[in-house]
């Protein structure tokens, strides 16, 4: 069964650093491109990054580029999100999402295969 874990969440002051994981359980995760998406309360999901399947491509949102960047260890099964200069705009429930094609893509409906979410937290 294909399956996917995020950890790395918690709460955090406003300024502060988090690194986000997304494991992959059931399959090779090296064929895959990953999104990291994330939903605020009373807000839809949002794609904030993603990585093509060789990890030579990635895209982010507006409003964290400079200050996210996402990486792939595919020895490892597991892909990144490095979150520095955290805002608390930036809380949210945080997923990532795996779809078996190649180019990175940032659009919910393009990802059959999510985690359950790890919470963030940015607050003083």
């Known amino acids: 069964q294909l399956q996917l874990v995020e950890s790395g969440g918690g709460l955090v002051q406003p300024g502060g650093s988090l690194r986000l994981s997304c494991t992959a359980a059931?399959?090779?995760?090296?064929?895959?491109?990953i999104g990291w998406f994330r939903q605020a309360p009373g807000k839809e999901r949002e794609g904030v990054s993603c990585?093509?399947?060789?990890?030579?491509?990635?895209n982010y949102a507006d409003s964290v580029k400079g200050r996210f960047t996402i990486s792939r260890d595919n020895a490892k099964n597991t892909v990144y999100l490095q979150m520095n200069s955290l805002k608390p705009e930036d809380t949210a429930v945080y997923y990532c999402?795996?779809?078996?094609?190649?180019?990175?893509?940032?659009?919910?409906?393009?990802?059959?295969?999510w985690g359950q979410g790890t919470q963030v937290t940015v607050s003083s």
């Open positions: 059931g399959f090779t995760l090296g064929a895959y491109s």
């Open positions: 990585i093509s399947s060789s990890g030579g491509t990635t």
């Open positions: 999402a795996a779809r078996p094609f190649t180019n990175c893509v940032m659009s919910t409906p393009a990802f059959p295969h």
